[in-house]
């Protein structure tokens, strides 16, 4: 009996999910022909790469043969979902290199042979041109991507505009380029500014976009010139390796204002609190006195609402968020509102417009992310999302008109919040699923790729089974739409053996059309995914920390 050893690479998903030129086919069906008598030798297999992508080739061995055939044309059915892992945030460290460059490998090719469609990392632009202004390092990213590629990965980049980590303390630091960062220390208002004169340097105040504040460029510019660079230097890949660009658009690379620090909002359950308007810098002061006076009331113009003491948890103890008789719904209150929201929709339409034009022809989908901030769904003011910029209230719809402006850039949406229930929640007020339900129904009247996200890094049965529930949210939708989940994030803990078992499942389900269109049930005759083969891949992978 021949002796089955592994293999000296990773198996690249060959009995997982064929890839050609970052299209993923369905596994076409085997044809054993009869081996000869006199043959004692292993059946040898058919692989090369036409015959993976289309006909079978003919093989030359003397024992038993497969042949790949073409599959028939598949039915009209609600396809899977495919699923993409984001890579840890350090995955190019400090010096512009692929960090712990073995264990990824092992890492990458553990998810391809999982079934994995592809990896999401984040290009830092703390990192990319720290040199200096139009100074880019690519090196490290284009390592990342050439890795993928060998091991038959697809590649979404988020272009991250925000600082990571909450300081030089945090394993995961990584601020905004130290020249950019001068330029705040040299003028405090880039920065984004609370009532009380607190400064926030996540991200470049949406105020200045258009000003040539940062040595002689505007932000818009900056974030204009590294998207080229990044196109330039990636020739190679676009399309068919990196088929997808989320553009970081503010705090966390989403489109919001840093009325609550990223770090509380990615503990859901930490926080509660009501937010903080950032509209005191002297950009955004100036705007709201602009607007003010077009509509010649000048008092309106001067500073943002009273009463909105962000510090509170309970929207009932202030004046401008209460529910009766509450400044929010009166005709200041949806002035400033609408102002606040009308320039946090400003800047993402600068950004979708700039990386519309820069991608056109290269054959990525871009996209963008909405935070899900649900701790006050259940009220009538809605105050976490107003702060962030966010004019979502009981009387409003306010994901609707960004999701309209994805919609005329050809961007996809990303959210978060689908392995979260409301079973969950620490407080009446909050609904991760109210909040999710309303995200996904404004993406399928706009008819809008959808990218879903969990909230929390976690892998029990629970919360595996709630992403698959409200996957289903999005199925049905018109036809040309797509929807894909990205898992955040890859860690030492996703290659442990009952996790990755877990895992893999998932990945399974997640990809079976059938999965869409039957009830959530996860049949104990399923065949356990991960083989041998692959176990030796995911032991080097929980070297990865």
Excluded at 35 to 45: C, N, V
Excluded at 254 to 260: F, G, I, N, V
Excluded at 432 to 443: F, K, S, V, W
Aim: charged residues 20%; contains cysteine.
């Amino acid at each position: 009996m021949a002796v089955i050893t592994a293999p000296p690479h990773p198996p690249l998903a060959v009995f997982a999910a064929a890839r050609c030129h970052g299209v993923r086919f369905r596994r076409a069906p085997l044809i054993r022909v009869a081996a000869s008598s006199s043959s004692s030798s292993s059946p040898s297999f058919s692989s090369s790469s036409s015959s993976s992508c289309g006909t079978g080739g003919s093989g030359a061995g003397g024992g038993g043969e497969i042949h790949y055939v073409s599959p028939p044309p598949p039915p009209a059915a609600h396809p899977g979902a495919p699923v993409y892992v984001t890579l840890p945030a350090d995955a190019v460290g400090p010096g512009g290199r692929v960090a712990r460059r073995r264990a990824m490998a092992a890492s990458l090719a553990a998810l391809a042979a999982a079934g994995v469609t592809g990896v999401a990392v984040e290009l830092w632009w703390g990192l990319v041109e720290r040199g200096g202004p139009g100074e880019y390092d690519w090196a490290g990213y284009l390592d990342l991507a050439a890795m993928a590629r060998r091991y038959g990965l697809r590649v979404r980049a988020i272009l991250a505009f925000h600082q990571c980590g909450t300081g030089p303390h945090d394993p995961f630091w990584v601020p905004l380029p130290q020249w950019v960062l001068e330029e705040m220390e040299k003028m405090p208002d880039l920065s984004y500014t609370d009532r009380y004169q607190r400064r926030n340097k996540e991200y470049i105040s949406l105020g200045c976009d258009i000003l040539p504040l940062l040595k002689g460029r505007s932000p818009i510019q900056a974030y204009s010139d590294f998207m080229r660079s990044f196109r330039d230097a990636f020739k190679d890949y676009l399309g068919a390796i990196v088929t997808e660009v989320q553009v970081g658009m503010g705090p966390g690379g989403e489109l919001r204002y840093p009325s609550c620090p990223t770090e509380k909002l990615n503990k859901p359950g930490s926080s509660s609190e009501l937010g903080e308007f950032q509209c005191y810098d002297k950009f955004m002061q100036a705007s709201l006195n602009a607007r003010a006076q077009i509509l010649g009331i000048q008092e309106w113009g001067d500073g943002g609402p009273a009463g909105a003491d962000g510090t509170r948890q309970n929207p009932e103890e202030t004046i401008f968020f209460r529910a009766n008789g509450g400044c929010w719904n009166t005709p200041y209150g949806r002035f400033f509102l609408e102002w606040y929201s009308g320039m946090l929709l400003l800047h993402g339409e600068r950004l979708c417009a700039v990386a519309d034009a820069v991608f056109s022809g290269t054959g990525v989908t871009i996209s963008g992310k909405v935070s899900g901030i649900y701790w006050h769904y259940y009220t009538c003011s809605h105050p976490s999302e107003l702060t962030a910029g966010y004019y979502n209230t009981l009387l409003r719809d306010g994901y609707l008109p960004i999701a309209q402006m994805f919609s005329r850039h050809k961007a996809a949406l990303c959210c978060s919040c689908f392995d979260l229930r409301d079973a969950e929640r620490s407080s009446s007020q909050s609904s991760p699923e109210g909040t999710l339900r309303q995200l996904i129904a404004a993406a399928k009247i706009c008819n809008l790729p959808l990218n879903g996200e969990n909230s929390v890094t976690r892998l029990d049965d629970t919360s595996l089974s709630q992403v698959i529930r409200s996957s289903r949210l999005y199925s049905g939708g018109t036809s040309g739409t797509s929807f894909s989940f990205n898992y955040v994030r890859m860690n030492k803990s996703l290659f442990e053996f009952h996790n990755w078992n877990r895992f893999t499942k998932f990945v399974r389900k997640m990809s079976d059309a059938r999965t869409f269109l039957a009830r959530l049930n996860f049949r104990r005759r399923q065949q356990r995914r991960s083989s041998m083969s692959v176990v030796w891949v995911v032991s080097r992978a929980c070297a990865y920390t």
